[in-house]
């Protein structure tokens, strides 16, 4: 899934490679999915987006936000290029075909969003209003300050995992980047919030700002793909690529366990429960 720093990436790419480029036709919902979100019809995507030209792109939280004209689109899925010529995927929930022959192509994994509307409308999408709202972690706006407000009452109750990926609290921040946060300011996934430490709970916050910044330095992460399909250059401390192997700081090997409808990674030796 493409969280923070993808969505920074390709927004980056599709602006450097998409801009002025003219929508032929766009075609979405064509291979129906369960889990893949609309704003109004699909079949109506042509109507409002054909003829208009891309603008620039922009990450908020985990989505791509892509101007064309006086269109919007919101993007929370891998969104992939396509040159004149190359063959493009048998399915797909979004395809726009591009006047140079080239195509831009969504399918979606697990779940994903794939709005269009005017600009000035919102597109009923619950979590690009929050990234909206709610401060990045790569901005300045996410301050010291500003994360210790984070530490209510109801985020009290919470492990630190919910807390850092639940309820868009932290825009874009989902179960895949957590994990080396986490990992970074020593604090265990299923740890309780209220029992941090002001040490750790700092700690905590210097890994927020840092973790998806250096992402985003690094193309995203090596578990996930980019524009042109190919891996970021982060390379994740803990994820899939690592379970089983050394902790890169004290040796232990990185376990993989289910938590809260999904998998965590973590050092035992250096994420202490
Ligand atoms: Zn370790």
């Given at each position: 899934?493409?969280?923070l ?7 980056r ?9 003219r ?29 208009k ?13 892509i101007?064309a004209?006086?269109?919007l689109?919101v ?12 063959k ?32 000035g409308?919102q ?34 109750q919470l ?35 209220a ?79």
């Open positions: 899934m493409i969280e720093p993808e969505a920074v990436v390709i927004a790419q599709v602006t450097d490679v998409l801009r002025g480029r929508i032929a036709a766009a075609v979405a919902n064509y291979s129906p999915h369960k889990f893949a979100w609309f704003s109004g019809d699909p079949a109506g995507y042509d109507g409002l987006l054909a003829g030209s891309i603008g620039g792109a922009t990450g908020r939280g985990a989505c791509v936000e101007e004209e006086d269109m689109l993007i929370s899925a891998p969104l992939r290029y396509h040159a004149p010529g190359e493009l995927p048998a399915k797909h929930q979004l395809l726009l075909r591009l006047a140079d022959g080239s195509a831009v192509s969504s399918t979606i994994q697990m779940w994903g969003g794939l709005f269009c509307f005017r600009r409308e597109g009923a999408f619950a979590d690009y209003s929050l990234a909206l709202e709610r401060p990045s972690p790569l901005s300045d706006g996410f301050d010291r300050a500003y994360f210790a407000g984070l530490f209510d009452a109801e985020a009290a492990s630190a995992k919910a807390f850092l990926a639940t309820g868009q609290r932290i825009p874009g921040l989902g179960n895949g980047v957590l994990q080396d946060i986490l990992w970074t300011a020593r604090v265990h996934p299923k740890r309780k919030v029992g941090l430490s002001a040490a750790e709970a700092d700690s905590l916050f210097e890994a927020v700002r840092s973790v998806p910044r250096t992402m985003v330095e690094q193309g995203g992460r090596d578990t996930e793909r980019d524009l042109f399909g190919q891996p970021g250059g982060y390379r994740t401390v803990l994820s899939r690529n690592t379970a089983g192997t050394p902790c890169p700081a004290c040796g232990s090997l990185i376990r993989k366990e289910a938590y809260l409808g999904g998998s965590i990674y973590y050092c035992p030796r250096c994420q202490a429960v």
